[in-house]
């Protein structure tokens, strides 16, 4: 059942980018709940999975492999869409395919869950931490939406909501520039949560190296 959750996040998204696409339209403002249920999916299928004892490796690295494709698929179509600048998606396709290349390695190695393969307190707490997912959960969340509803939330206030339509105009740029906020945010973030995973598997194989040279003395 969790995995099915997880499918059926893959197809929402989907549906997503197909809506992005049309021309803009007061009817492209339904990405907004369509992407709420896509964020809900992803905790969801973790707690179905702990609820029905259904948590596997497999179920975990799913997990994973899905909310990187919808990250980066979310990226990839807002910088199409010159909503954000190239270099962003850029960032986190770097950084997850090289996090993901070493998490693949250690489970190889471990047999244990990604998440719990981080040997420092703030490093498990930066990347495996409930609260530090959650926030950056949210933050990515603020940003795909704030920048999915740029251009057809003006358009959908001044055909469903004329009499707000001045209003708007007045707070547009402070909701522009929140929606940047919230977006470099989770560039940092994202590179933050990185550096723990990258920096402990330097750690390890220099210590690996360390030990095989002193036992071929």
């Given at each position: 059942m969790a995995n099915l959750i997880t499918l059926g996040r893959l197809f929402l998204l989907l549906v997503v980018v197909v809506i992005?696409?049309?021309?803009?339209?007061?009817?492209q403002l339904w990405i907004w709940p369509i992407l709420g249920l896509v964020f809900i999916s992803d905790g969801l299928d973790g707690w179905v999975a702990r609820r029905r004892g259904e948590e596997s490796l497999f179920g975990a690295?799913?997990?994973i492999a899905a909310d990187r494709i919808v990250e980066l698929t979310l990226w990839i179509v807002l910088a199409d869409l010159d909503l954000i600048p190239i270099w962003i998606p850029i960032v986190f396709v770097v950084r997850g395919v090289l996090v993901d290349a070493i998490r693949a390695s250690m489970v190889q190695a471990d047999r244990?869950?990604?998440?719990a393969l981080l040997d420092s307190p703030a490093g498990r707490w930066l990347v495996a931490g409930r609260f530090m997912r959650g926030f950056y959960a949210a933050i990515k969340a603020c940003a795909f939406?704030?920048?999915f509803l740029?251009?057809?939330?003006?358009?959908?206030?001044?055909?469903?909501?004329p009499s707000l339509t001045a209003f708007w105009a007045l707070i547009q740029p402070g909701f522009e520039w929140l929606v940047m906020a919230f977006t470099y945010l989770a560039v940092a973030l994202c590179l933050a949560r990185?550096?723990?995973?990258?920096?402990?598997?330097?750690?390890?194989?220099?210590?690996l190296l360390f030990s095989r040279n002193r036992g071929a003395q």
């Open positions: 992005a696409y049309q021309p803009v339209s007061p009817a690295l799913f997990d244990g869950s990604p998440l939406v704030g920048l740029i251009n057809p939330l003006p358009m959908g206030i001044e055909t469903l909501l990185g550096m723990p995973v990258i920096v402990e598997f330097l750690a390890a194989e220099r210590r």
